[in-house]
């Protein structure tokens, strides 16, 4: 982003490779029948999963990224099992413990800490730039509720549900270009579409492996999405090693992100 990339652009970039590495793995194994045997009401539940829980939700991730940096910003998409959650419990009957709900209310504070932390993306932010990972976290566990109702039926490999998943974002990213033109895509910083297609590779394997864990048998959405939610202690890692030109690491970023790591440990063992 710091070499003229847009939310846009990253977004394009990451599904058109892992769209690319699905399709290519699924032709590899099942050659022409990539589709065969799923129903249409399936197939058109990971469109909308991927128009939804990948689309917006990607969009609204590298803008967060872009606006308060990559640190906060993860910690912040972190809240994924609050929503996740509430979604499963309301869709999927999924059951909410005391011990569930006292993690979560842990992981509330770690991100009001987060909030108030002085650090982040060294240009400042306000509070009202968190509404972008906010948003992000919801579309992200929406999408992986319907994921999970999905899998359940048993009726697509994990492989043709995260092809179809990254399908249907694509479709929402190419009617966007047909409606609203191009020029956002095109006025992108060149030297950023290495990083985001490097991106993109690593994507690909955190999705397949995030379907992979919805697909199990017991695979409960609250504790996918809690486990995932560990990915602030590597960011935050990363970005004081990786990223020190760019963002500020502060005691009050390492406090929130810890806490917000102990309250999903919290949901995953009362789960």
Not at 50 to 61: C, D, H, S
Not at 86 to 94: Q, T
Not at 123 to 144: H, K, V
Not at 241 to 249: G, T, Y
Request: glycine share 14%; no cysteine; charged share 10%.
């Amino acid at each position: 982003m710091s070499l003229g990339g847009t939310a846009l652009q990253a977004s394009l970039v990451v599904v058109v490779v892992d769209l690319s590495l699905f399709a290519t793995a699924l032709v590899a194994l099942r050659g022409t029948s990539v589709v065969a045997g799923l129903d249409v009401t399936i197939v058109s539940l990971f469109l909308f999963a991927g128009a939804t829980g990948t689309a917006l939700g990607r969009l609204f991730v590298f803008g967060g990224i872009d606006r308060v940096g990559a640190s906060i910003n993860t910690a912040i998409v972190s809240a994924r099992p609050l929503f996740a959650t509430s979604f499963a419990f309301g869709l999927l009957g999924e059951p909410v413990s005391l011990a569930t709900g006292g993690g979560i209310g842990v992981l509330v504070v770690g991100l009001v800490t987060l909030s108030l932390a002085k650090g982040g993306d060294l240009a400042g932010w306000t509070p009202r730039d968190l509404l972008f990972p906010l948003s992000a976290a919801a579309f992200f566990a929406f999408g992986n509720v319907l994921r999970r109702f999905g899998l359940e039926s048993g009726s697509a490999s994990v492989l043709q549900a995260v092809a179809l998943n990254e399908l249907g974002a694509l479709l929402v990213f190419l009617g966007y270009g047909v409606t609203r033109g191009t020029g956002r895509f095109r006025s992108a910083g060149r030297q950023s579409y290495g990083y985001f297609v490097a991106s993109g590779a690593l994507t690909a394997v955190a999705l397949l492996s995030m379907f992979g864990a919805l697909a199990l048998p017991g695979g409960r959405v609250a504790i996918v999405e809690s486990l995932g939610a560990t990915a602030p202690l590597f960011t935050t890692l990363f970005a004081y090693f990786l990223l020190r030109d760019l963002e500020r690491v502060t005691r009050g970023i390492v406090v929130g992100a810890v806490l917000v790591v102990f309250g999903v440990m919290l949901v995953t063992l009362a789960a």
